[in-house]
């Protein structure tokens, strides 16, 4: 399902913009980030070059925030991008609060938890180095997770696609996930890394989301929804 584009691209693309588009010999445009009202961090994994000199297909592989809050003109857009496979990523617990894509029926649709050890960023001391830290998390996810993990990616590889894979605001499980897809296509590490910094666009957003849903509460940890380089 992950293909590879057939254009090979003669100038470097300058992955750490926030609109890096490119257009492809029909004529298509694609954006790295994909607009919607709710959602803050949905992206097109395609125009990433391989060490091989190809390069990955636009309009096949997504990642997102929490797919629960498509609704209205977003679940339109949505559907747009003719998403056929989705897999999300969240504890059966948080698809229970916060609600799973809308009609998941209408799709291949999978929910893989690959987190066993659920922690709150928001209430992480602040003197906490937030880089060691979640390395540290990654880690475990990578430990406890493996079975999971796994199911992901098989199903990221054989499932009809276009495909989509998500957790509530697309940036550790999400990029995690993303690491691991970018790298089985033989992306270069410095383009990775870019990839996962993206979500700083985001973070503005997912930090006022949080606040909406958490009136009363005090963000402790100031690095919440960060995902600078380390």
């Not at 470097?12 to 298509?28: F, K, M, N, S, Y």
């Not at 495909?163 to 690491?179: E, N, P, Q």
Request: charged share 30%; net charge negative; with cysteine.
């Amino acid at each position: 399902m992950i293909a590879y584009a057939t254009e090979q691209r003669a100038e470097e693309q300058q992955l750490t913009q926030a609109q890096h588009t490119e257009t492809v010999p029909d004529g298509h445009r694609h954006r790295r980030h994909v607009p919607f009202d709710r959602l803050h961090n949905f992206r097109d994994l395609g125009g990433y070059r391989t060490a091989g000199g190809r390069t990955v297909a636009w309009g096949r592989l997504y990642r997102a925030d929490s797919l629960g809050k498509l609704r209205g003109a977003d679940w339109e857009r949505f559907l747009g991008l003719g998403v056929r496979t989705v897999v999300d990523l969240r504890y059966p617990w948080e698809i229970e609060a916060k609600g799973r894509i809308p009609e998941p029926d209408r799709f291949t649709y999978a929910n893989h938890s690959i987190e066993h050890r659920p922690y709150d960023q928001s209430a992480i001391d602040p003197d906490v180095d937030p880089w060691r830290y979640l390395a540290d998390r990654f880690a475990e996810v990578a430990e406890d997770g493996a079975a999971e993990i796994r199911q992901v990616l098989e199903l990221l590889a054989e499932g009809p696609g276009p495909a989509v894979f998500h957790c509530t605001s697309g940036k550790d499980r999400t990029g995690l996930i993303a690491a691991l897809v970018l790298t089985l296509l033989e992306v270069p590490e410095e383009q990775i890394l870019a990839d996962f910094a993206l979500t700083e666009l985001a973070t503005a957003r997912l930090l006022a989301d949080w606040h909406e849903a958490n009136p009363g509460r005090t963000m402790r940890w100031p690095s919440y929804g960060r995902a600078r380089r380390p």
